[in-house]
């Protein structure tokens, strides 16, 4: 009589095939525990890119968020060409024109804690859930009111406000062409104000 050895495991009293599909088994679980946990660092990286408003304001809703609130937007313009450096600032990260990096320490944001709580009060007021994004040439300012999806392969509409003339123009930004598909298009609000709307 064969005595069972007290310190083996189950898997030692399976046969072969069983302890090769235990092995496949186990193999599976640890991949798909890997993938899980790969998504959710994804996301997490990946969240200031990503927004997922069910449908982008209509150009009424957004023109009478300005036309109520013009100083408010005004004063962001004013508070951007301070902070120059800061060529994005949202609600929850900002860049640096010579680091894009995040996070970064409290010290490097590019301005304090309560700078920051001012601009996110104006772009709680004034609808801009994505905050603001300045250009190279410090002559445009993007208001980003509403992102779906990834940076790459998604759209965005707010406004603009530029000393430049911007084109294309279209008359309504609520269902926009497909030719314009890859590029900025505007609708002229006032001089040097415009809505936008990008889509990849």
């Known amino acids: 009589m064969i005595r069972p050895d007290p310190g083996a495991g189950t898997i030692h009293a399976l046969g072969v095939p069983a302890k090769r599909n235990v092995l496949r088994y186990v193999a599976i679980g640890g991949i ?3 993938g899980i946990l790969s998504i959710f660092l994804l996301r997490a990286r990946l969240s200031p890119l990503v927004h997922h408003d ?4 209509s150009d009424e809703a957004l ?9 408010d ?3 962001l313009i004013a508070m951007s060409n301070v902070d120059a450096k800061v060529v994005r600032v949202a609600p929850d990260f900002t860049w640096l024109d ?3 990096r995040w996070p970064r320490p409290e010290s490097e944001i590019g301005f304090s804690m309560e700078r920051w709580d001012q601009y996110r009060e104006l772009f ?3 609808g801009l859930r994505k905050g603001l994004s300045r250009y ?3 002559n445009t300012i993007e208001f980003i009111a509403s992102t ?8 965005s509409k707010g406004y603009i406000y530029s000393t430049k003339n911007l084109t294309p123009l279209y008359d309504s930004l609520d269902q926009p062409a497909p030719s314009s598909q890859g590029k900025y298009v505007y609708k002229r609000l006032k001089t040097n104000w415009y809505l936008y709307y990008y889509a990849e």
């Open 32 to 34: 798909a525990v890997v």
């Open 54 to 57: 069910e449908s982008h304001p």
């Open 63 to 71: 023109e009478a968020i300005f036309k109520e609130h013009e100083a």
């Open 73 to 75: 937007f005004n004063q």
């Open 98 to 100: 010579d680091n894009p």
């Open 124 to 126: 709680k007021r004034l």
């Open 136 to 138: 190279p040439d410090g």
């Open 148 to 155: 779906q999806g990834l940076l790459t392969g998604g759209s």
